[in-house]
C-alpha cells in the first residue's frame, strides 16, 4: 500500500519569512496530493491540493510542487503570518475508490 | 452547499462498554465517506470506507466496526471499548467523480476511555 513521509516534523520560522514542508510517496499510481491545516482540537481543512497532471498549484501565499519522477511534493508558504501555526498534514491518493494515506504532519510554528 | 455532522463533540467511556459515533451529511447524494482516527499529537489513520450503502471497506483490524444504513449517514461502532480505542475520530466525504474528489472532515469526537 501507499506509504507517506513528512518532514520535518516540527518547523519554527519568523513572521514574514517562507516555511517549506516536504512529503514523500512511494506508489507511483497515486496522482492525488492534498494538504490540510489542523488547528489545536480542530478539523483538518483541506487548503490547496494537486493533481499528477500538473507540477505546480499557487493560491495568494500558498503553492505546492509536484515531482513525479522522485514522488515527492511540497507545500510553500510565503510571508507567514501568526495565523499560520498550525500542524499541517499531507496526503496522497491513487484516485477512484482509494481513500487518502496521511502523512504523519509538521507543526508549524510562526514567531511574531 | 454541503455540511457534515458529527456527535457526540466529546465522549468519556468505561473501558468494555460499548460505542455508537454518528456522522452525517447534508447538500450532497451518493458521498464516499470515510473513518480516520488521531491519536494525540499523531496523524491521520484511516479506519474505514463506504462508497455507498452497506459498502464498507475495512482498512485496520481492530474491534471497531461501521455501518452505513443509509446514504447520507456512516456509523462506528464497537461492542466493547479497550483502551487503545482513545482518540480523535474524525468523519469525513467526498464527492464522486472520474478522479479523487477532496476530503472534508466533521469537526471530530473526542473520545476518552477510562
Known amino acids: 500500500g501507499e506509504n507517506v513521509e513528512q518532514h520535518p516534523s516540527t518547523l519554527s520560522v519568523q513572521e514574514g519569512d517562507s516555511a517549506v514542508i516536504k512529503c514523500t510517496y512511494s506508489?507511483?499510481?497515486?496522482?492525488?496530493f492534498p494538504w490540510y491545516k489542523q488547528e489545536l482540537g480542530k478539523r483538518p481543512q483541506l487548503i490547496i491540493d494537486i493533481r499528477s497532471n500538473v507540477g505546480e498549484k499557487k493560491d495568494q501565499r500558498i503553492a505546492v510542487t509536484l515531482n513525479k519522477t522522485a514522488k515527492h511534493f511540497s507545500l510553500h508558504i510565503t510571508e507567514t503570518q501568526p495565523e499560520d501555526s498550525a500542524v499541517y498534514f499531507c496526503a496522497a491518493s491513487r484516485g477512484g475508490r482509494r481513500a487518502l494515506t496521511f502523512g504523519s504532519g509538521t507543526r508549524l510554528q510562526v514567531q511574531p | 452547499s454541503q455540511t457534515i455532522h458529527q456527535w457526540p463533540a466529546t465522549l468519556v467511556q468505561p473501558v468494555g462498554s460499548p460505542l455508537s459515533l454518528e456522522c452525517t451529511v447534508e447538500?450532497?447524494?451518493?458521498?464516499?465517506l470515510y473513518w480516520y482516527r488521531q491519536a494525540a499529537g499523531r496523524g491521520l489513520q484511516l479506519l474505514f470506507y463506504s462508497v455507498g450503502i452497506g459498502q464498507i471497506s475495512s482498512e485496520v483490524p481492530q474491534n471497531l466496526s461501521a455501518s452505513r444504513p443509509q446514504d447520507r449517514q456512516f456509523i462506528l461502532s464497537s461492542k466493547k471499548l479497550l483502551l487503545s480505542d482513545s482518540g480523535f475520530y474524525l468523519c469525513a466525504w467526498s464527492g464522486r467523480g472520474l478522479y479523487n474528489q477532496p476530503q472534508h472532515f466533521g469537526d471530530g469526537t473526542r473520545l476518552s476511555i477510562l
Open positions: 506508489d507511483s499510481a497515486s496522482n492525488y
Open positions: 447538500g450532497t447524494s451518493n458521498p464516499n
